[in-house]
């Protein structure tokens, strides 16, 4: 019995780290294809801004990668505290300036109507 509790904990520690190095993010290149990031990096304390249309932006800049979210949020998700403490966070790994709301990805093959998407950016300039 003391073997089959081990066991059971070992799981349960492995599914919890799993879920840990998850936080309901996945990162995509431009083309789609699913990435993973060295979660060993320290993050960045900043925060990043978020943009909702790309006009908004004043700088130039590139599109970096794009982030899908299925962590669960309250309400309009730019107002749960929670949820954009969790996207700023797993964002600051990647090096990057800012995000921009995706409203429709629906043409990309990796699209899932149950998740929310941001594409990163980097300013060209420096300022």
């Known amino acids: 019995m003391k ?3 081990n066991i059971v904990l070992v799981f349960f520690l492995f599914f919890l780290s799993s ?3 998850n936080s309901g993010f996945v990162l995509y290149s431009m083309d789609g294809k ?3 990031t060295n979660n060993n990096r320290q993050y960045n304390d ?3 801004k978020l943009f ?3 006009d908004e932006i004043e700088k130039e800049f590139v599109e970096v990668n794009i982030v899908g979210s299925n ?4 309400g309009d998700f730019y107002f749960d505290e929670t949820f954009m403490n969790s996207l700023n966070k797993r964002v600051s790994l990647l ?3 800012a995000l921009i709301f995706e409203e429709d ?3 990309n093959s990796f699209y899932n109507d149950q998740y929310i998407y941001f594409t990163t950016i980097r300013y060209t300039e420096n300022n």
Not at 71 to 74: D, E, G, S
């Open 105 to 107: 990805l629906s043409r």
């Open 19 to 21: 879920c840990a190095i």
């Open 34 to 36: 699913e990435i993973r």
């Open 3 to 5: 073997i089959f509790n």
């Open 46 to 48: 900043s925060s990043i």
């Open 52 to 54: 909702f249309h790309r």
């Open 95 to 97: 090096s990057v300036d």
């Open 71 to 74: 962590h669960h949020y309250y």
